[in-house]
């Protein structure tokens, strides 16, 4: 858990996250503001988690940018702990609240046949 809090850390400054555990699952809440669901992708590999968005952004008419400092396209993986798995992830995004529930495996021990 330790170095998933410190990988927390080392996220892009226009990514917000809180992280919270349970007994069976993890929960990262990130902020991601102007971003649809349409327009993310989320991946759960192997000891990380993987999100790429792209945030809406309009120019009303008349206007132009003088000064950006939203990103368009936001990419990062964040470490995930060992037990913690894919299978059965959940996520929701509202307005721009994107809530991400990862499992962990239940440390049940698993006979594996061996044949000869």
Do not use: W
């Not at 649809?36 to 008349?62: F, I, M, N, Q, W």
Request: hydrophobic share 40%; glycine share 6%.
């Amino acid at each position: 858990m330790n170095r998933l809090r410190e990988a927390l850390r080392e996220l892009p400054d226009a990514v917000f996250v809180d992280l919270l555990e349970s007994d069976d699952a993890y929960r990262l809440v990130f902020d991601l503001p102007g971003v649809s669901a349409d327009d993310l992708t989320l991946d759960v590999h192997p000891c990380r988690l993987h999100v790429d968005a792209r945030r809406g952004k309009d120019v009303p008419e008349g206007f132009r940018y003088e000064r950006e400092e939203r990103p368009l396209f936001i990419e990062f993986d964040v470490p995930l702990p060992p037990n913690a798995v894919g299978d059965g992830a959940s996520a929701t995004l509202d307005a721009g609240e994107l809530d991400v529930t990862i499992p962990k495996a239940d440390g049940q021990a698993t006979t594996v046949p061996v044949e000869e």
